[in-house]
C-alpha cells in the first residue's frame, strides 16, 4: 500500500518511523512518503497562504503550490489512480468502516491543510481526475489536518494484512464489523492474579471459555450502555440472545 502525505509540518509525521507503522514500512507492507508543500513554492519566503476572498478572520492555503505538489505526487498520467483524502471539520465523520475501506485501496494521498482551510478550487480540480474525500475525525477543533491523518493513517495501516502482528488481532476490535460491531471492548487484566488488594475475576481463570465468552460480552454490553448508548441502537436485535437483554 503506498501512502502520499502532503504537508508544511513533515516532522509532524516522525512517528511513522517507529512501532508497527515502522516495522510494516521496513516489510515493505507500507510504502510511505512525506512531502513539503513548500517545496512547490516559487517566491523567496515560501508563502504558502494568503487573504481569505470576502474578508474573515485568518490565512487561506492558495491553490498554486497545492495545484503542483498534486500534480507532482499524484501525476495525471499515473497508471493508477489515488484517492485524495484530506481531513477537514467539514468532513465525512472518519468511521472503521472508512478504516477498513481504505485499507483496501493500493494508493492513497493525504492532503494536510493548515490555517483556515485549502483554496476550494483545489479540491474540485483534484475531483477532475481522482477521488476526493472530506473526513473530518470528530467533533473537536485541530489546528490543521497533520494530527487527523496520523489517526487516520495508523487505523488504516493495521488492517493492512501482515501489519498487525499474528497475536494482534483486528476482528474484537470495537467497532470492527461482526459479533463486536457497535460494542466497545470490555476491561482486559493481566498478571498477577491479585494486584494492591484487587483480583481478577475468577471467571478469566476458570479455563471455561464458553463463561469467558458470555462475560466478555456482558462487560462490553455494559460499557456500551454506559458509554455509548446510541451504538446499542444500531446492534441487530438478531444478534442480541435473550441473555443479553437481561444485562
Ligand atoms: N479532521 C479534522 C479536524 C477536526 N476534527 N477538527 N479540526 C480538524 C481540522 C482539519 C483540517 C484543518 C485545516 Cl486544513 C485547517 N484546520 C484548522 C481549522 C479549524 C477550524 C475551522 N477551520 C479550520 C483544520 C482542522
Same mark, same amino acid.
Given at each position: ?8 509540518? +513533515?516532522? /509532524?509525521?516522525? +512517528? ?8 510494516? *514500512? ?49 501525476? +495525471? ?7 485524495? @483524502?484530506?481531513?477537514? +471539520?467539514?468532513?465525512?465523520? #472518519? ?6 475501506? /481504505?485499507?483496501? *485501496?493500493? &494508493?492513497? %494521498? #493525504? ?6 482551510? $485549502?483554496? *476550494? ?19 473537536? @477543533? ?6 487527523? @491523518?496520523? %489517526? ?17 488481532? @483486528? ?22 492474579? %491479585? ?16 463463561? $469467558?465468552?458470555? &462475560? ?32
Amino acid at each position: 500500500m503506498r501512502l502520499d502525505i502532503i504537508t508544511i509540518f +513533515p516532522e /509532524y509525521f516522525a +512517528p511513522l518511523e517507529v512501532s508497527l507503522l515502522g516495522k510494516a *514500512r521496513r516489510a515493505g507492507l507500507l510504502d510511505v512518503s512525506v512531502h513539503d508543500l513548500r517545496s512547490w513554492t516559487h517566491d523567496r519566503h515560501r508563502t504558502v497562504d494568503d487573504t481569505p476572498y470576502g474578508g474573515g478572520p485568518g490565512m487561506v492555503m492558495k491553490p498554486e503550490p497545492w495545484g503542483e505538489a498534486l500534480d507532482a505526487v499524484a501525476p +495525471p498520467t499515473a497508471e493508477a489512480t489515488p484517492r485524495l @483524502v484530506v481531513p477537514t +471539520p467539514s468532513g465525512r465523520p #472518519f468511521t472503521q468502516a472508512m478504516a477498513a475501506e /481504505y485499507a483496501a *485501496r493500493p &494508493w492513497l %494521498v #493525504f492532503a494536510c491543510g493548515r490555517y483556515e482551510g $485549502i483554496d *476550494r478550487r483545489v479540491y474540485d480540480e483534484a475531483a477532475t481526475r481522482m477521488p476526493v474525500d472530506e473526513v473530518s475525525l470528530g467533533d473537536f @477543533v485541530l489546528a490543521g489536518g497533520e494530527v487527523a @491523518v496520523l %489517526v487516520m493513517i495508523e487505523a488504516i495501516s493495521r488492517l493492512v494484512p501482515g501489519v498487525l502482528g499474528n497475536r494482534e488481532s @483486528v476482528t474484537d476490535d470495537s467497532f470492527a464489523p461482526g459479533a463486536m460491531e457497535s460494542l466497545l471492548e470490555g476491561p482486559v487484566y493481566t498478571k498477577p492474579p %491479585v494486584w494492591r488488594e484487587r483480583a481478577v475475576p475468577d471467571v478469566l481463570l476458570s479455563g471455561h471459555h464458553g463463561a $469467558i465468552a458470555r &462475560w466478555r460480552r456482558d462487560e462490553a454490553l455494559r460499557r456500551t450502555a454506559a458509554h455509548r448508548p446510541e451504538l446499542l441502537a444500531r446492534l441487530d436485535p438478531a444478534a442480541l440472545d435473550k441473555h443479553d437483554r437481561k444485562v
